[in-house]
């Protein structure tokens, strides 16, 4: 059995409470330079966590080094999801240890409709919510069951995409900008979504360019600034903190 090392003592955390996920002294880089340097952060179970920092900062990367996609390729350190070692596995095993990634493209897949897609997320175990249960707290989604995914608005394609992460037994939804490109409204009913998918248990990591709104519904915030951490601490420290704001976010 893999036993999750102590972190707290003598590695630097910022944290001491047990952590659910822990992303320690993680390096990754694409071809030759270095995107991700020396990053460490705690996750709690059942939290919100924002993930910020401005353009090319390296959030996107240390989603897919989490997920353990091939790029970019984690060189050093430790990540751990409820005991389980993320660092020796490949995206495939991550993803049956319980992490969901929701990438910004969202990739629906064409040609099948709203209900195909859910389906496709659902041929091998461990598998997590049921249709109904999905459609429940997407509507949309389940008024447009036979429309073709790809057709959807943008803001559906979105809820279709956490829809299909959820219809895996996850235990870490990972959100790239999942506002992006969306009307206020439609980020008020995402939000909305995330509160409900908080409260089944499921802990988040959420990247957005929209960091106040991030920020609202978050407990915690992680900042990155070229590839490092330059704040961890509560969501409402940030929003608070004008000089922090706009240095590294530039709001
Ligand atoms: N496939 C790749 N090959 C080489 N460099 C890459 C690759 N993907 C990203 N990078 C570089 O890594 C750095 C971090 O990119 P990343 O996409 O993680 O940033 P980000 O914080 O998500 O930015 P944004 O807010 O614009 O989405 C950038 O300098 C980027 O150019
Ligand atoms: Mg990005």
Redesign the pocket.
């Known amino acids: 059995m893999n036993v999750k090392p102590d972190f707290s003592k003598g590695r630097n955390y910022a944290e001491t409470a047990p952590a659910f996920l822990s992303v320690w002294n993680m390096e990754a880089y694409?071809?030759e330079?270095y995107?991700?340097q020396n990053v460490s952060f705690n996750v709690h179970e059942g939290e919100i966590l924002a993930l910020l920092?401005?353009?090319?900062?390296?959030?996107?990367?240390?989603?897919?080094a989490i997920a353990r996609l091939d790029?970019?390729q984690v060189t050093h350190g430790e990540i751990w999801l409820d005991h389980q070692p993320l660092h020796t596995m490949r995206s495939h095993e991550a993803a049956q240890a319980g992490l969901g990634l929701v990438p910004?493209d969202r990739r629906i897949i064409p040609g099948l409709t709203v209900e195909e897609n859910i389906d496709l997320a659902q041929i091998a175990p461990p598998i997590g919510w049921s249709k109904e249960r999905l459609f429940e707290l997407f509507p949309r989604l389940g008024e447009r069951r036979r429309q073709e995914g790809v057709t959807l608005s943008g803001g559906e394609q979105q809820m279709l995409s956490i829809a299909r992460a959820l219809a895996r037994d996850i235990k870490v939804l990972l959100l790239?900008?999942p506002y992006e490109g969306l009307a206020p409204v439609i980020v008020d009913e995402i939000e909305k979504t995330l509160r409900i998918i908080k409260e089944q248990g499921i802990t988040t990591i959420l990247?957005e360019?929209n960091a106040v709104r991030a920020l609202e519904l978050a407990d915690r915030a992680v900042i990155?600034d070229t590839?490092s951490i330059v704040f961890d601490g509560s969501a409402a420290e940030v929003l608070g903190n004008s000089e922090l704001r706009a240095e590294y976010l530039a709001i």
């Open positions: 694409y071809g330079s995107i991700v920092g401005r353009n090319g900062a390296g959030k996107t990367s240390t989603l897919r790029a970019p910004e790239d900008e990247v360019q990155l590839g």
